[in-house]
């Protein structure tokens, strides 16, 4: 399996912050990389795809970016709705897999 | 619009069989590319990809639960149904569905939407 490796685990912000994200891949999967947004009790939602492609309606503050295995999803001028945990998802390859998770908190 | 939603029991008793159905709308599992997943998260874990079938019947199973999990889909309904037998305290998690939408590349084809989830709590 690929294993995801997601840091860091938490971070705390501000509103207005810039925050970023990273996650390394165990081995090549090109850019079949996905970002969501968890929140508990709702549906996870998409971010960001292809490493860098914007899911239709999510605001333009969130960016992601690709060199080789690294991945990192940024967030600039951190919102209050943005208090959340984030996921990266390989799929690349059979099984699918998952990073850690990041919980950004308010500071 | 696109919406998932997961459905069966909350408490299940070990080595009983799990059966979980994610009904959906806004899409039809009869199109070419498209496939819904299932996923889950144990409580303060991690999340863990379990399956996925794709329009043409296609399926694929996490290698370490695949002996145990099978999943179907009734097109017609609009239902994609995730068993998973002799269940266990470690099933104990909240189930996902998610969509894939069916893109014009390989890195387009990602998990675009997904279901609020369902917690299965696994208790005698």
């Known amino acids: 399996d690929i294993q995801m490796t997601q840091s860091p685990s938490s971070l705390s912000a501000s509103v207005g912050d810039r925050v970023t994200i990273t996650c390394r891949a165990s081995q090549d999967i090109s850019n079949y990389l996905l970002w969501f947004q968890q929140k508990p009790g709702t549906a996870p939602k998409s971010l960001i795809y292809a490493a860098s492609s914007l899911q239709s309606g999510v605001p333009s503050r969130f960016s992601g970016s690709a060199s080789g295995t690294d991945f990192t999803l940024t967030i600039n001028n951190l919102q209050p709705e943005d208090f959340a945990t984030y996921y990266c998802q390989q799929y690349k390859n059979y099984p699918f897999t998952f990073g850690g998770g990041t919980e950004v908190e308010i500071k | 619009q696109i919406t998932l939603k997961e459905s069966g029991p909350t408490l299940v008793k070990p080595t009983q069989t799990l059966t979980l159905t994610c009904t959906f709308s806004?899409?039809?599992?009869?199109?070419?590319?498209?496939?819904v997943a299932w996923i889950r998260q144990p409580p303060g874990k991690a999340l863990e990809w379990l399956a996925l079938?794709?329009?043409?019947?296609?399926?694929r199973y996490s290698p370490s639960l695949r002996s145990r999990l099978t999943i179907t889909k009734d097109t017609s309904r609009n239902q994609v149904v995730l068993t998973l037998t002799n269940i266990d305290p470690v099933d104990t998690a909240t189930y996902f569905c998610?969509?894939?939408?069916?893109?014009?590349?390989?890195?387009?084809?990602?998990?675009?939407?997904w279901g609020r989830g369902t917690l299965v709590t696994v208790s005698s």
């Open positions: 806004g899409f039809s599992l009869s199109t070419t590319g498209v496939a």
């Open positions: 998610t969509h894939r939408k069916s893109g014009s590349s390989g890195p387009e084809k990602y998990f675009d939407l």
């Open positions: 079938i794709y329009w043409d019947d296609d399926k």
